[in-house]
C-alpha cells in the first residue's frame, strides 16, 4: 500500500511545523505529546486541537477532537473540499 508520495512538499512541511507547535503545547498542558491542524490548501490553519488525555484518556485524541470539532463548526461541503485538496496524500 502506497501511503505518502515521494516527494514531500514545503506545504507538508509547513503543516507538520504546525503539528509539532500544537503537540508541544499539549504536552506543556500536561498531555501527551500531539496535535492536528485542519487547514485550507492555502495553509491556512482553520482549526487546530491538542491531545485532551487528561480530559478523557486515550478516547481524546488530537484527530479525534478536531474531526469533532470541524463537524460542528464547518459545513460538510468546506469539510470535503479541504480534504479534496489533499487527497493526493493518500494515494
Known sequence: MHVIED????????MLRECIRVAHQ???????PFGSVLADKDG??????QNAF????SAYHAETLLCLKAAKLYSPELIKAICADHIGFWK
Do not use: Q
Request: negative net charge.
Open 54 to 57: 487528561t480530559e478523557g484518556g
Open 44 to 49: 491556512n490553519i482553520l482549526l487546530e486541537m
Open 26 to 32: 499539549s504536552m506543556e498542558n500536561g498531555n501527551h
Open 7 to 14: 516527494k514531500i512538499t514545503d506545504f507538508d512541511k509547513k
